[in-house]
């Protein structure tokens, strides 16, 4: 009754750039955080940014500089600007998010572990 759904991910080449895009579909009743964490094969998922519902943002040094996360509240939606992508970057991206939203029911339900599908994010050297 609640989904995070993604889009953007692609190929593109070194030093190019892809704008991630995950949205809140549901009856969200608050929206604490997002964020977007990436995964590579044989290999944990990591933390890349995170932003809360009043704006701060958090990076992972890695992309630091490079990366951009940013929110909309009233589309329930996070972005992650990725410009100078390098091949290293290359994995399947995830967004997670912190909320509560309520059932057809009229259950609230919260949690900190909401994951979208992920989408492949490939950069080509």
């Known amino acids: 009754q609640m989904k995070l759904v993604e889009s953007g991910g692609g190929l593109v080449q070194a030093g190019g750039s892809l704008r991630l895009s995950c949205a809140a579909i549901?009856?969200?009743?608050?929206?604490?955080?997002m964020a977007w964490y990436r995964q590579t094969p044989g290999k944990q998922r990591e933390l890349v940014a995170s932003?809360?519902?009043?704006?701060?943002?958090n990076y992972a040094d890695s992309v630091k500089g490079r990366f951009t996360i940013s929110g909309d509240n009233a589309k329930n939606t996070v972005y992650l600007q990725m410009n100078n992508l390098k091949p290293e970057d290359t994995a399947v991206y995830y967004c997670?998010?912190?909320?509560?939203?309520?059932?057809?029911?009229?259950?609230?339900?919260?949690?900190?572990?909401?994951w979208g599908q992920g989408t492949q994010v490939t950069v080509s050297s």
């Open positions: 549901g009856r969200i009743l608050n929206l604490w955080a």
């Open positions: 932003i809360t519902s009043g704006g701060r943002g």
């Open positions: 997670n998010a912190d909320l509560t939203y309520s059932t057809e029911e009229g259950t609230p339900i919260a949690g900190k572990d909401f």
